[in-house]
Antibody, heavy 115, light 107 residues
Framework: QVQLQESGPGLVKPSETLSLTCAVSGDSISTYCWSWIRQPPGKGLEWIGYICNSETTNYNPSLKSRVTISVDTSKNRFSLKLTSVTAADTAVYYC?????????WGQGTLVTVSS | EIVLTQSPATLSLSPGERATLSCRASQSVSSYLAWYQQKPGQAPRLLIYDASNRATGIPARFSGSGSGTDFTLTISSLEPEDFAVYYCQQRSNWPHIFGQGTKLEIK
């Protein structure tokens, strides 16, 4: 049974870079696509992007200029970097397996953007 | 960008009743529509994929139907644990948009 666990700072200052990692166990990171999805407090879900085959990426056009998703096959994990953050980027960030309709999700991690 | 509109925004029902949730797409998504359940403080849980296929471990009381632009999630007889927020999501076009959610609450 695959398990996903997000990790990273819970507080990021405005204009800085948000960096999160998703550790994957029970499955190879080289298989499947892997996604980042976020949810602002009390609001709906927004797909940030996904990576397939450890190299092919697809980013939400609304975030494309600020997002990078990458894979570290040696550590079986994938990462999210979001630059120039503002308060609007405050959200629970989820990692998930799949680029279409993910069936396995991490528990999520709250990232607050504030000085 | 495809827009998904869910209705109603809130649905108040009692355990044992039948729930019918709707999701309408602004353009055809074929059968590439999924349904998720989310409880407070938890990640979304995939219930239905490709309009009518139950995900692994999902009880038979959950069913999905529809194609094109109109989709329905039906819960045949509500259990206490079914009261939650439900989202539809399309994977026909990128970005893969979610609907705004339907809150299913206890009456």
């Amino acid at each position: 049974q695959v398990q996903l666990q997000e990790s990273g700072p819970g507080l990021v200052k405005p204009s800085e870079t948000l960096s999160l990692t998703c550790a994957v166990s029970g499955d190879s990171i080289s298989t499947y696509c892997w996604s980042w999805i976020r949810q602002p407090p009390g609001k709906g879900l927004e797909w940030i992007g996904y990576i397939c085959n450890s190299e092919t990426t697809n980013y939400n056009p609304s975030l494309k200029s600020r997002v990078t998703i990458s894979v570290d096959t040696s550590k079986n994990r994938f990462s999210l970097k979001l630059t120039s953050v503002t308060a609007a980027d405050t959200a629970v960030y989820y990692c998930a397996r799949g680029g279409g309709s993910p069936g396995q999700w991490g528990q999520g991690t709250l990232v607050t953007v504030s000085s | 960008e495809i827009v998904l509109t869910q209705s109603p925004a809130t649905l108040s029902l009692s355990p044992g009743e039948r729930a019918t949730l709707s999701c309408r797409a602004s353009q055809s998504v074929s059968s590439y529509l999924a349904w998720y359940q989310q409880k407070p403080g938890q990640a979304p849980r995939l219930l239905i994929y490709d309009a009518s296929n139950r995900a692994t471990g999902i009880p038979a009381r959950f069913s999905g139907s529809g194609s094109g632009t109109d989709f329905t999630l039906t819960i045949s007889s509500l259990e206490p644990e079914d009261f939650a927020v439900y989202y539809c999501q399309q994977r026909s076009n990128w970005p893969h948009i979610f609907g705004q959610g339907t809150k299913l609450e206890i009456k």
